[in-house]
């Protein structure tokens, strides 16, 4: 039988009755995305400014403040062993970089001068079949009925609103940039020139561009240096973009018919599971669907995705690649493999600069950073640039991409990605361990002790054996170097028979990630681990672990390894643990802590856990499965 897609979609729309901070929903494309509060726009920012912020922003729009002191990466480096990493984030060149560049909030609009005091009878939903926002609310003190409904259009950086005649006027407020943690403290310096002809105004930014097009009879008027007040429109297009924007823009009801047939499209291909009516199981297919919408709309664009999306800047707006795996990996197994391709030719673009950070180190290949903007800088950090587990990612989603279109044009298109990467695995790992000067994806230990994490070893270990079948695919012989470091590679160390996260003392803290079951779970089975003692490892880490340390992948995470090692209510226990940082809120966000709202590597786990669960058979047998477009796991 197959899925009635629309009753399982619907039924999961996000409906909401009051003001909330932290439920702003959104529109978006992947490249672009627009956020609203109760009213359907962006009319009370402070509102929402320390909860969930109402952001509108884009994968290209970044800014950099002047350095005039012309600050250096190669200032912030500290010799391990002889070999240069960034590690000084606290000194002025070290908050210079990790500031800069930061992502840009392009543009807020919303209602003038509106109170929340004066909403009453609100009604807001969220209609995920449709990619489309209604807001309804009535003004007090004279009771008009007003009514929005807010799109975005699926290919273009651009919003589309219709208001009822009874709607209040429209402010647009351009905000400065910020180098701040989650952009709280916005800049003065920053300029905008508009020029108004007819039903559209044009606006240059500091690096971007804006159109904001309406209705006939409605009037603009500038009220301050960054802010136009529109009075009486019933239409509003706002588009941004990098360039200056075309004399022709889509009207509203081009926008809604083109959103309309994608998002219809969207849900009607590509991967569904629909699950039964138990409490439990509809709260994880609310998570599901929801997840796929977020994801779509926040992950899927030309970058790697920050951690709160295109919302707000969590580390300065800046996308971590570690995190890359947990945002999208699994677009191909839900059928959708177009919205991982759309990142890796970022991949490509700044496959130089990782080139030279091996070589700098003294090592073969390509070393992809951590924290990083669009130039593909690293950035400085006690932590971030010890990291390993970002490195055998794109091989990850090359092989990924392989299995979805076994071609040769897929090896070619990706065959250096991959070569370049192993080159740096195997060179790194040249003395048959990993480490020191090296932090695992449990960020917990001491970068000059820590000796051969279990997840890393088993990663490196695959990653290289993947990279020599992608050269045999291509008719290239194995690399007999790359054969030498992966056999020398030790097995994961034991203590009372269970895996240690890492070799070397203090072998396990039971806090943060539990990564070591990511070994046997994220990947599947390899030589170095054992799935009898990963079976006992994952029961301890049940027993023991500090849940409120945890972080919204780590439920997936630890899924996954529950669904290969066949124990389905485990897995489905880890995907539901009631823990602060596995909160999924009402507009479907994985919120972890209050300068961190939104977690959309949980949104995106989850995804690819569920999927795998479906692979492995792993739901209880009194769960009603079913599922349709989904694609096994590596």
């Keep these: 039988m197959t899925i009635d897609r629309k009753a399982l979609v619907t039924r999961h729309d996000v409906v909401l009755t009051k003001p909330d901070a932290l439920t702003p929903l959104q529109v978006g494309n992947g490249e672009f995305a627009f956020a609203v509060d109760i009213t359907g726009l962006q009319s009370f920012p402070e509102f929402h400014k320390n909860a969930m912020q109402l952001g509108t922003q884009s994968q290209w729009g970044w800014h950099s403040e002047a350095n005039p002191a012309g600050y250096t990466l190669e200032q912030t480096e500290t010799r391990f062993n002889g070999v240069p990493y960034p590690d000084q984030s606290t000194s002025p060149a070290g908050l210079w970089l990790r500031g800069n560049p930061h992502r840009l909030q392009l543009g807020r609009l919303g209602f003038a001068g509106l109170e929340l005091a004066a909403l009453s009878e609100v009604q807001q939903r969220l ?21 929005v409904e807010t799109l975005c259009h699926p290919t273009r950086d651009l919003v589309a609103v219709r208001l009822s005649p009874s709607a209040p006027p429209v402010q647009l407020h351009f905000p400065g940039p910020s180098a701040g943690w989650m952009g709280l403290v916005e800049s003065e310096k920053h300029t905008t020139k508009a020029r108004v002809q007819g039903t559209r105004a044009d606006f240059v930014r500091e690096g ?11 009037t603009l008027t500038q009220t301050g240096p960054h802010t136009f007040l529109l009075t009486g429109a019933r239409e509003i297009v706002l588009a941004f973009s990098e360039r200056p924007l075309p004399e022709k823009l889509p009207r509203f009801t081009e926008t809604k018919r083109t959103t309309l047939r994608h998002w219809e499209r969207f849900w009607s291909t ?7 009516s138990s409490a439990p199981e509809r709260e994880l297919e609310r998570r599901i669907v929801l997840s796929q919408y977020l994801t779509a709309i926040q992950c899927a664009g030309s970058r790697p995705p920050q ?4 919302v707000q800047n969590s580390w300065h707006g800046k996308f971590h690649l570690e995190m890359h795996w947990w945002h999208a990996a699994h677009f191909p197994l839900w059928g959708r493999e177009a919205l991982l391709e759309r990142s890796l030719p970022w991949y490509e673009k700044t496959l130089p600069r990782a080139q030279e950070t091996a070589r700098k180190q003294g090592f073969m290949g390509a070393r992809w950073p951590k924290m990083v903007a669009d130039d593909g800088r690293e950035s400085p950090s006690p932590v971030g640039i010890f990291l390993l587990w970002q490195q055998p990612h794109p091989i990850f989603f090359a092989e990924l991409l392989y299995r979805v279109k076994p071609t040769k044009l897929t090896l070619q298109k990706y065959g250096k990605l991959v070569n370049e990467t192993a080159a740096f695995l195997a060179s790194y790992a040249k003395n048959g361990q990993l480490g020191p000067n090296l932090i695992p994806a449990q960020e917990s230990y001491k970068h000059p002790a820590t000796l051969n994490p279990t997840f890393e070893l088993a990663y490196v270990w695959w990653a290289l054996e993947t990279a020599q079948l992608w050269r045999t695919r291509l008719g290239q012989p194995r690399e007999a170097e790359w054969d030498r470091v992966q056999g020398a590679l030790p097995k994961p160390n034991l203590r009372e028979g269970i895996y240690t996260a890492i070799a070397t003392p203090p072998y396990t803290i039971t806090r943060d990630h539990p990564s070591m079951t990511a070994a046997y779970g994220l990947l599947p089975k390899t030589p170095l681990i054992d799935p009898e003692i990963m079976h006992h490892t994952l029961l301890e880490v049940e027993r023991t672990w500090d849940w409120q340390s945890t972080w919204g992948w780590d439920y ?3 899924a996954m390894t529950a669904a290969r090692l066949k124990l389905p209510e485990l897995a489905v226990k880890f ?10 809120l009402a507009n479907g966000h ?10 959309l590597p949980g949104n995106g786990g989850l995804l690819y856990a569920v999927a795998l669960m479906v692979s492995e058979k792993a739901f209880p047998v009194s769960w009603t499965v079913k599922s349709e477009g989904l694609s096994a796991p590596i």
């Design 127 to 147: 209609s995920l079949w449709e990619g489309r926002i209604e807001s309804r609310f009535r003004l007090r003190p004279d009771g008009q009925l007003v009514s």
């Design 590 to 599: 994985n919120y972890q802590r209050p300068n961190l709202p939104l977690y």
């Design 270 to 276: 590509g991967g569904a599971l629909e699950l039964g």
């Design 307 to 310: 951690e709160t999306g295109l």
């Design 575 to 584: 995907l539901l643990l009631e823990t602060p940082k596995n909160r999924y």
């Design 208 to 218: 971007y561009h804006v159109a904001l097009a309406f209705s006939k009879g409605a």
């Design 556 to 558: 997936p995470m630890l």
